[in-house]
């Protein structure tokens, strides 16, 4: 089994895009895959390996285990594993798979991504992120890039999760609507570029046919299927077609999740925090909050801060941390969001609380 593409430096320019991913999809397939691997390492977490160990015939030759994405931390991890491995097997959730692809990088070895949750755009995404501690550092062309050889989706093992855990994949894509919110915001007032209306309403449409056909894969039960999970993945590969310029339509969602956790030292799931951080940029913008509470509630993606284990203090402390997060240009941040510019304050605090749990 031969390295994909890599490299150290310009991720945006050279990594394989998701659409050209190989994604294999099925039942029992991560069984079958793992009698032709050669030794390989496993970069995990111990939930996900657990619920992974009655797909494994045989052991791994090393396991390790990811904690933070800390570069530091992932180098450790990656000097312990043994010698003799020849492979790389990113298992997890996206902090698994992101830690998986800096061992491959370091270790010049292949890699296979299997996730045990669609939760993330990790899942379909080359690029290595420079962390130190919880804090993203550096420009994005700066950051390396590592191809898997393919992706496996086994069904038996994502289905096993929590299905919250699977539909914050799809909080993932819908918090693309943060993006609109701004560009209309500034258009409106006159501090931005005009909208193209053409691709905000691509956008739209793909987000409304997220919301109506995610439904129609649930059993008659209401559980997730196999179709659920597929429906979930196309919905990730669909974001990287749907995207606004980031000039007009900054990912500020993206950086509230990395200040929330910044600001009270602890990690939640990153799909439905991105959900989150769009409400709340859509509340602010008074760009209809309510039309992305529906699709989100249609995609059965919590929305409510306290169903995420956030707390009311919690989520102020974020809140209030974000402005200076987004306007750190020492480490490559410089976001012109209306949560920089024109923050939630105290006075505004109990309304938004308010708005967050009770619509």
């Known amino acids: 089994m031969s390295t994909s593409g890599?490299?150290?430096?310009?991720?945006?320019?050279?990594?394989?895009?998701?659409?050209?991913?190989?994604i294999r999809y099925g039942t029992d397939?991560?069984?079958?895959?793992?009698?032709?691997?050669?030794?390989?390492?496993?970069?995990?977490?111990?939930?996900?390996?657990?619920?992974?160990?009655?797909?494994?015939?045989?052991?791994?030759?090393?396991?390790?285990?990811?904690?933070?994405?800390?570069?530091?931390?992932?180098?450790?991890?990656?000097?312990?594993?043994?010698?003799?491995?020849?492979?790389?097997?990113g298992l997890g959730g996206g902090r698994a798979l992101d830690a998986s692809k800096y061992v491959a990088l370091t270790r010049d070895l292949p890699l296979i991504?299997?996730?045990?949750?669609?939760?993330?755009?990790?899942?379909?995404?080359?690029?290595?992120?420079?962390?130190?501690?919880?804090?993203?550092?550096?420009?994005?062309?700066?950051?390396?890039?590592?191809?898997?050889?393919?992706?496996?989706?086994?069904?038996?093992?994502?289905?096993?999760?929590?299905?919250?855990?699977?539909?914050?994949?799809?909080?993932?894509?819908?918090?693309?609507?943060?993006?609109?919110?701004?560009?209309?915001?500034?258009?409106?007032?006159?501090?931005?570029?005009?909208?193209?209306?053409?691709?905000?309403?691509?956008?739209?449409?793909?987000?409304?046919?997220?919301?109506?056909?995610?439904?129609?894969?649930?059993?008659?039960?209401?559980?997730?299927?196999?179709?659920?999970?597929?429906?979930?993945?196309?919905?990730?590969l669909g974001r990287q077609i749907h995207r606004l310029p980031p000039a007009a339509a900054p990912g500020g969602d993206h950086d509230f999740v990395f200040a929330l956790e910044l600001a009270n030292d602890k990690g939640w799931i990153h799909g439905e925090v991105v959900a989150l951080g769009a409400l709340i940029i859509a509340w602010q913008c008074e760009e209809h909050p309510e039309e992305l509470t529906a699709r989100l509630d249609a995609c059965r993606v919590r929305r409510r801060p306290t169903a995420m284990g956030i707390s009311r203090e919690e989520l102020w402390r974020g809140l209030a941390y974000t402005p200076t997060y987004m306007s750190d240009t020492a480490n490559g941040r410089d976001t012109n969001s209306i949560m920089r510019h024109e923050p939630v304050t105290a006075a505004q605090f109990p309304a938004l609380w308010q708005f967050l749990e009770e619509s």
């Open 29 to 89: 397939l991560l069984r079958q895959e793992r009698a032709r691997w050669p030794p390989y390492a496993v970069i995990t977490t111990p939930r996900a390996y657990k619920a992974a160990q009655p797909h494994l015939a045989q052991p791994p030759a090393g396991i390790g285990h990811v904690e933070l994405l800390d570069w530091n931390d992932l180098q450790a991890l990656s000097d312990s594993l043994p010698a003799d491995a020849e492979l790389v097997i």
């Open 113 to 236: 991504l299997v996730p045990t949750v669609v939760s993330t755009g990790a899942i379909i995404s080359s690029t290595v992120a420079k962390w130190s501690g919880r804090m993203i550092i550096g420009p994005g062309d700066r950051w390396p890039w590592v191809d898997p050889e393919h992706v496996l989706v086994d069904d038996d093992l994502v289905l096993a999760a929590a299905p919250h855990l699977n539909t914050a994949g799809l909080g993932d894509v819908l918090c693309g609507y943060a993006g609109i919110a701004e560009w209309r915001r500034n258009a409106r007032l006159g501090v931005g570029p005009p909208t193209d209306d053409a691709a905000i309403a691509t956008v739209l449409a793909f987000h409304g046919e997220l919301a109506h056909g995610f439904p129609a894969t649930l059993d008659s039960a209401g559980n997730l299927t196999p179709a659920s999970v597929r429906f979930i993945m196309d919905g990730l």
């Open 6 to 22: 890599r490299g150290w430096s310009g991720a945006p320019q050279h990594a394989k895009p998701a659409a050209e991913f190989d």
